[in-house]
């Protein structure tokens, strides 16, 4: 029974998607209600695995050739993935509780639940697999859920699009993770993460090689946890049902790719110039999404700019050789940043479905309990002490203070941003005069969706704390900390706060306007200008080469070269009898002087 | 004395006679008679094998006379075959001579 728990934390959501897709699709209720028991399930043994460390995985093995390659389907049971069972499937139970309310008048609940069942089981493969291969799989399997589930309104067109831009973006990525774990496997001829450790360390003369190979490896973190430059695809998914938003596009999917760079920190650690280069992604993402988020108006964009925003932290402090920090941010973040999403939905929903800040306002008086709860999301998204957010960021940013100057000075101004764009977003949507007959009329949501906000709220606020966070996971060690880097976070979020509500004050329209930051830094048109670059070039060299060489040489030389040798075939028929018989005669000749006289 | 290699040359003589009318001639009737030759020719010296080169017990090779009676018996066939062609042909195109038969020119 011990060796089959840790299966069942996988196993259940998948039989629950199996048995909703087969069995049940028509009886959404029913449906809803086992995709929420499955992951209540998965949730109860993430938490008995956690308690009772003595648990083991059974393990099969898969693909086995002697001597060559080996892939067993294992469960790693290690600090970092319990915690990040229990993470995943405690958000996912919460969120899974809060789609009933959000999804009770949607017709396609079942396939949502469905979907969302399947996402569990994937996102849970992730974290448990004990090898690249397993990984891999699991890692496409949820980015295939993510398409589905982004695209569960797939009559709208804006919703198809973002779910292809999604996929598509997400594949590039992919494509370098696949070519880094082949470059793994051929440099260490394993594909298990507890054997590649000790044979990578033979291999530290080859630094060219090992820089390529984390890199291509961390190009799967790049697109899946949309990182710099394939961030494009993340705002856009926001199409998709907010709890989708809350838990694949805030909480767990986008965090696996930083989940992934953790597991396998020690081949990034092995090449110092593929951890600058990690670094510097995390840091550019970092303040490129802070600088757009001040100027979007869709508050799950603001928030799905501020999830790239933090996600960059992480990534930024897996390439300052941190994975504690990392995955302190991880584990704060998930929670605040679900919080957010879930209490954004609420407003989204009771507004029916309007999403315009600019159309919001005053609504701390129609909404308490969402108001509250988005106020501590809010304040520990720009690390405000004593939010969760506060100490993993700080965690950050003395990390980044301590070993690169540069890097520090922009994660500070981006903790200036954020403060900035947060409290704008809080200032426009909560306070003020209701600025739409819709806000005007709003009310509270109901307990099905208030509840969950108010258990995320309480996880959003003590998630931070020593006292709670040391049970999950082992925290960042500050060795001889200043009191300059809280001290400055504090001056940045101060200054950011104070400029947004003076800027944003009972405003009724936006007061700033930069086209730049607006329009994402052209970087959609950017790509929509090189794709259609690249595929004009393809077309002409394939029309090229299907004009020129296909036909006219392949096709068009083999029909005139048939022709020909019949043409010159041809002057053989003289058509006289005579003739014919001449010709066999000299040829009955020619063979008897080589039969005979040879 | 007449020896082996009299008869050949006179089956060999046949044998041009026969080969040159196929060449020369225009009329399908005698190409047809020249073929005929031809086929006597290498009769003439099968039988005249079978003649001068005993077996080991005195007697004639009757192999040879054998082949010959298949090759009389195939001739009349062929010319059975041949004339019959030959009439048909002529029904259709009121000619015997070659030169006005050549459809299967390019």
């Not at chain 1, 990034?268 to 670094?279: D, G, K, M, P, Y």
């Not at chain 1, 043409?567 to 005979?596: H, P, W």
């Not at chain 2, 005929?36 to 003649?51: G, K």
């Amino acid at each position: 029974m011990n060796f089959m728990l840790p299966w069942f934390i996988l196993l259940v959501p998948l039989f629950s998607a199996a048995v909703i897709t087969l069995f049940t699709r028509r009886w959404k209720a029913l449906s809803s209600a086992i995709s929420v028991v499955a992951v209540l399930v998965s949730f109860i043994c993430s938490c008995l695995i956690f308690a009772h460390q003595s648990i083991r995985a059974a393990e099969f093995t898969w693909i086995g050739i002697d001597g060559v390659f080996q892939v067993p389907f294992g469960l790693t049971l290690d600090q970092l993935s319990r915690t990040m069972a229990v993470l995943v499937s405690g958000v996912g139970a919460v969120i899974h509780i809060y789609s009933l309310g959000y999804m009770r008048d949607d017709e396609g609940r079942s396939r949502y639940f469905a979907a969302l069942s399947l996402f569990m089981f994937a996102m849970l493969g992730i974290v448990l697999a004990n090898n690249f291969v397993m990984l891999f799989i699991f890692w496409e399997l949820v980015g295939f859920t993510s398409y589905v589930l982004i695209g569960h309104w797939f009559y709208r067109d804006a919703a198809a699009d973002a779910a292809n831009k999604a996929f598509i973006t997400t594949r590039i990525g992919d494509f370098g993770f696949m070519l880094g774990i082949l470059m793994v496997w051929m440099a260490t001829g394993s594909v298990l993460f507890a054997e590649i450790t000790p044979r990578m360390s033979t291999l530290t003369g080859h630094s060219i090689f090992l820089t390529v190979l984390a890199l291509l490896v961390f190009c799967g973190a790049v697109g899946k946890s949309a990182q710099f430059p394939l961030h494009v695809w993340l705002p856009d998914a926001m199409e998709g049902p907010t709890p989708i938003s809350a838990l694949i596009h805030a909480a767990t999917m986008v965090a696996a790719g930083v989940y992934m760079l953790v597991r396998v920190a020690f081949i990034i650690q092995a090449s110092q110039t593929a951890l600058l280069v990690v670094a510097w992604i995390g840091t550019i993402t970092a303040v490129m999404a802070a600088l757009i988020a001040t100027q979007q108006n869709d508050i799950k964009r603001i928030l799905a700019y501020s999830t790239l925003s933090q996600l960059g932290y992480m990534v930024m402090a897996v390439g300052l050789a941190s994975n504690e920090a990392a995955m302190f941010h991880l584990f704060t973040h998930a929670f605040f940043k679900a919080l957010l999403f879930l209490a954004a939905g609420s407003i989204i929903v009771m507004l029916h479905h309007e999403q315009n800040i600019w159309s919001m306002g005053g609504l701390s008086r129609r909404l308490p309990i969402t108001f509250v709860t988005f106020a501590v999301g809010a304040l520990a998204l720009i690390g405000c002490p004593p939010f969760s957010g506060f100490f993993s960021k700080d965690a950050i940013l003395a990390l980044a203070y301590e070993r690169n100057a540069p890097i520090f000075a922009v994660a500070l101004f981006t903790a200036f941003l954020t403060a900035f764009y947060v409290i704008r977003l809080f200032v426009i949507v909560f306070f003020g005069n209701p600025r739409s007959d819709v806000a005007r009329e709003s009310r509270e949501s109901p307990p099905v969706m208030t509840v969950p906000l108010i258990v995320l709220a309480f996880l959003a606020t003590f998630g931070g704390f020593a006292f709670f966070a040391r049970n999950f996971l082992p925290l960042p060690v500050e060795k001889g900390v200043t009191i300059l880097v809280p001290a400055l976070a504090i001056v940045a979020l101060i200054v950011g706060s104070g400029l947004a509500i003076a800027l944003y004050r009972n405003r009724a329209a936006d007061p700033v306007n930069i086209e730049l930051l607006r329009r994402k830094f052209y970087f959609d048109e950017f790509y929509s200008w090189l794709i259609n670059w690249t595929q004009e070039l393809l077309a002409r060299v394939s029309a090229f080469l299907d004009r020129w060489i296909i036909d006219a040489g392949a096709v068009g030389g083999s029909s005139r070269g048939t022709w020909g040798v019949g043409a010159l075939l041809r002057l053989v028929q003289v058509g006289n009898l005579q003739g014919y018989a001449f010709l066999f005669g000299l040829g009955v000749i020619v063979l008897i002087y080589f039969a005979v006289f040879r | 004395m007449i020896t082996l290699g009299d008869y050949l040359i006179v089956s060999g003589i046949l044998f041009s006679i026969g080969f040159a009318g196929v060449m020369l001639r225009r009329n399908l009737i005698i190409v047809l008679m020249s073929l005929e030759l031809m086929l006597n020719a290498a009769n003439l010296s099968l039988v005249a094998f079978s003649r001068f080169r005993l077996g080991p017990s005195g007697l004639p090779n009757y192999n040879a006379q054998v082949f010959v009676f298949f090759i009389i018996t195939v001739a009349a066939a062929e010319v059975a075959v041949g004339l019959a062609i030959l009439v048909a042909l002529f029904r259709a195109r009121h000619t015997t001579d070659l030169k006005d038969i050549s459809s299967l020119k390019f």
